[in-house]
């Protein structure tokens, strides 16, 4: 194939056409600050407000519930450093799988607040133990507790309980947060039935821009800014709104949402098509996290067998034009390896490669692909 084919949809995805459409038009039409009270101000005004209501829709919150944010880190950040500094939390529940936009913030807290942190085991697959989970609110049930878990592992695809997390945070009467940036878009949400506290977005997982998300705060917790200097966001996030990409996110969701059975099915079939000619194909490949049970359909994490070319696989997917990722995208450049793989106790002999997919990813893309690794791991 001469074009490259895009297998790190985990890192980031490409923007739908009809999502650059309706960004286009904003920046063309739309050019005032939206807290001008003149009438193309107010023109500004109604594309961030119209915006507001759609997502709020597709999540089944009340508009005034949503803020929006440059994205799911800062999201992150907001809850974090908010619910520590303004409703009384002293205890932070996490785990060692986290994206580090929640896991190095909590340490952060914990090293300048003296707040404690404390991490969940996790089962053979890596998923959350429940049972220990309840243990840690139990012992710690005297302090304001935060629990922040993420919907879907970004790096090996495995997939949280969360209705019920929320029941047991609920039982403790602790807080609960979950990142979702790997899940919105992908999987629906009711905020309502859930009653969850807070919810974070990246719109650049659903083929949104990026550089913008919002923040769920459930109508019944009361946050304050941790950016300051301005009113904007209801005196939440200051700073004059990414107006063109609060617009595109709100059309990423409406096409993701209107099209979501449709596309989970697609791709839900490339990656199980993908793992049997794996297994068909590869001697001694195995699987990290848990992609035949309760994970992500757009992520597949993979332990490949020794070869020589160990220490070179990725850059041998690059040079035949297959882009995948070794790890979470946010370490590239690191020589850090990945604290997820490491925390799950993956075999760090073998070289671990994540494919992930989305509505774009054909099938003869993966044929390609899986003829490529076939043809390097010829079975001797």
């Given at each position: 194939?001469?074009?490259?084919?895009?297998?790190?949809?985990?890192?980031?995805?490409?923007?739908?056409?009809?999502?650059?459409?309706?960004?286009?038009?904003?920046?063309?039409?739309?050019?005032?600050?939206?807290?001008?009270?003149?009438?193309?101000?107010?023109?500004?005004?109604?594309?961030?407000?119209?915006?507001r209501k759609k997502v709020a829709s597709y999540i089944?919150?009340?508009?005034?519930?949503?803020?929006?944010?440059?994205?799911?880190?800062?999201?992150?950040?907001?809850?974090?450093?908010?619910?520590?500094?303004?409703?009384?939390?002293?205890?932070?529940?996490?785990?060692?799988?986290?994206?580090?936009?929640?896991?190095?913030?909590?340490?952060?807290?914990?090293?300048?607040?003296?707040?404690?942190?404390?991490?969940?085991?996790?089962?053979?697959?890596?998923?959350?133990?429940?049972?220990?989970?309840?243990?840690?609110?139990?012992?710690?049930?005297?302090?304001?507790?935060?629990?922040?878990?993420?919907?879907?592992?970004?790096?090996?695809?495995?997939?949280?309980?969360?209705?019920?997390?929320?029941?047991?945070?609920?039982k403790y009467d602790a807080l609960f947060h979950s990142d979702t940036v790997q899940t919105m878009g992908h999987y629906e949400f009711n905020v309502r039935t859930l009653n969850i506290d807070f919810l974070t977005c990246s719109a650049h997982k659903f083929h949104g821009p990026k550089g913008v998300g919002f923040l769920f705060v459930n109508q019944n917790v009361q946050l304050k800014p941790i950016i300051t200097g301005g009113g904007q966001e209801r005196n939440m996030r200051a700073g004059t709104e990414n107006i063109y990409g609060i617009a595109g996110l709100a059309k990423a969701m409406e096409i993701a949402y209107v099209n979501l059975n449709e596309h989970q099915q697609y791709i839900r079939g490339l990656k199980t098509y993908m793992i049997e000619n794996l297994e068909q194909k590869i001697k001694g490949i195995t699987f990290n996290g848990n992609p035949k049970g309760d994970s992500l359909y757009t992520v597949l994490n993979v332990n490949f067998p020794n070869s020589e070319m160990d220490e070179m696989l990725l850059f041998n997917f690059d040079i035949e034009g297959v882009c995948v990722s070794g790890g979470s995208a946010c370490a590239s450049g690191s020589s850090v390896g990945s604290h997820v793989l490491d925390a799950i106790n993956s075999d760090k002999t073998k070289p671990a490669i994540r494919f992930s997919f989305s509505k774009y990813t054909t099938k003869e893309e993966i044929d390609f692909t899986i003829d490529l690794i076939k043809n390097w791991f010829k079975q001797k």
């Amino acid at each position: 194939m001469n074009k490259k084919i895009y297998l790190d949809n985990a890192a980031t995805t490409p923007l739908d056409p009809e999502v650059i459409d309706v960004m286009t038009k904003a920046m063309k039409n739309t050019y005032g600050n939206p807290s001008s009270v003149h009438a193309v101000g107010r023109q500004a005004r109604v594309v961030i407000e119209e915006a507001r209501k759609k997502v709020a829709s597709y999540i089944h919150a009340a508009p005034a519930e949503i803020f929006f944010t440059a994205g799911g880190t800062e999201a992150n950040n907001m809850v974090l450093r908010s619910a520590v500094k303004d409703l009384g939390v002293i205890h932070i529940i996490t785990s060692p799988i986290e994206h580090h936009a929640v896991l190095e913030t909590a340490e952060a807290i914990e090293h300048q607040k003296s707040i404690q942190l404390s991490l969940v085991k996790l089962d053979e697959y890596g998923s959350v133990d429940l049972k220990n989970l309840e243990e840690l609110l139990l012992v710690h049930q005297d302090k304001k507790t935060l629990v922040s878990l993420m919907h879907g592992n970004n790096e090996i695809g495995n997939i949280l309980p969360l209705k019920k997390v929320v029941e047991l945070c609920k039982k403790y009467d602790a807080l609960f947060h979950s990142d979702t940036v790997q899940t919105m878009g992908h999987y629906e949400f009711n905020v309502r039935t859930l009653n969850i506290d807070f919810l974070t977005c990246s719109a650049h997982k659903f083929h949104g821009p990026k550089g913008v998300g919002f923040l769920f705060v459930n109508q019944n917790v009361q946050l304050k800014p941790i950016i300051t200097g301005g009113g904007q966001e209801r005196n939440m996030r200051a700073g004059t709104e990414n107006i063109y990409g609060i617009a595109g996110l709100a059309k990423a969701m409406e096409i993701a949402y209107v099209n979501l059975n449709e596309h989970q099915q697609y791709i839900r079939g490339l990656k199980t098509y993908m793992i049997e000619n794996l297994e068909q194909k590869i001697k001694g490949i195995t699987f990290n996290g848990n992609p035949k049970g309760d994970s992500l359909y757009t992520v597949l994490n993979v332990n490949f067998p020794n070869s020589e070319m160990d220490e070179m696989l990725l850059f041998n997917f690059d040079i035949e034009g297959v882009c995948v990722s070794g790890g979470s995208a946010c370490a590239s450049g690191s020589s850090v390896g990945s604290h997820v793989l490491d925390a799950i106790n993956s075999d760090k002999t073998k070289p671990a490669i994540r494919f992930s997919f989305s509505k774009y990813t054909t099938k003869e893309e993966i044929d390609f692909t899986i003829d490529l690794i076939k043809n390097w791991f010829k079975q001797k």
